[in-house]
């Protein structure tokens, strides 16, 4: 299990035994492996857990041929509709990010790096990346503003993941 320390946040948790009150405005959750939380930012449920997938593979932590939890399992897991893990799954295999082996399981494709990539790229530029600019517009930024920050981030972020 790991843990997240907020700091002055307010922390909605489905069960209390899964906060923790450090001192007044600190909390401790835990956190179990395979949870995620769930956006209420007009994006389907199944395509929010097919995003959750995608950034296990991209994180390396799904490699390819890996054996992906069963639809009860990771419904179990993320706590929805084990029809709702069928319908990403659906989703993913037309992708052809994972596929399945009949009385086996489901699979992470020998591609799935790839097509992960392209997938979320494309939603990236198509849906996230115009709000990002819409922001940048009422604020007055540049691209040149973000410049310096970026490289920061891709160089803190390279030597996390070394």
Same mark, same amino acid.
């Not at 922390?11 to 035994?17: L, S």
């Not at 591609?111 to 997938?119: L, M, N, S």
């Given at each position: 299990?790991? /843990?997240?320390?907020?700091?002055?946040?307010?922390?909605?948790?489905?069960?209390?035994?899964?906060?923790? =009150?450090?001192?007044?405005?600190?909390?401790?959750?835990?956190?179990?492996?395979?949870?995620?939380?769930?956006? %209420?930012?007009?994006?389907?449920?199944?395509?929010?857990?097919?995003?959750?997938?995608?950034?296990?593979?991209?994180?390396?932590?799904?490699?390819?041929?890996?054996?992906?939890?069963?639809?009860?399992?990771?419904?179990?897991?993320?706590?929805?509709?084990?029809?709702?893990?069928?319908?990403?799954?659906?989703?993913?295999?037309?992708?052809?990010?994972?596929?399945?082996? =009949?009385?086996?399981?489901?699979?992470?494709?020998?591609?799935?790096?790839?097509?992960?990539?392209?997938?979320?790229?494309?939603?990236?530029?198509?849906?996230?990346?115009?709000?990002?600019? =819409?922001?940048?517009?009422?604020?007055?930024?540049?691209?040149?503003?973000?410049?310096? =920050?970026?490289?920061?981030?891709?160089?803190?972020? /390279?030597?996390? %993941?070394?």
């Amino acid at each position: 299990m790991g /843990s997240v320390i907020l700091d002055h946040y307010m922390v909605q948790a489905k069960r209390e035994r899964d906060i923790k =009150r450090l001192s007044p405005g600190k909390f401790i959750i835990q956190l179990q492996t395979g949870t995620m939380e769930f956006h %209420n930012n007009g994006q389907a449920i199944y395509l929010q857990i097919a995003d959750y997938i995608c950034e296990k593979i991209l994180l390396k932590e799904w490699k390819p041929e890996d054996k992906v939890p069963s639809v009860r399992e990771l419904a179990m897991q993320l706590e929805v509709n084990p029809n709702t893990v069928m319908r990403t799954y659906d989703f993913l295999k037309q992708q052809e990010i994972i596929n399945d082996k =009949r009385g086996i399981g489901y699979f992470v494709t020998p591609q799935a790096f790839k097509t992960a990539v392209a997938y979320r790229k494309t939603e990236f530029l198509e849906k996230e990346l115009p709000a990002v600019f =819409r922001t940048m517009n009422m604020l007055g930024l540049e691209t040149e503003d973000l410049t310096i =920050r970026f490289e920061k981030f891709k160089k803190q972020y /390279s030597a996390y %993941n070394n």
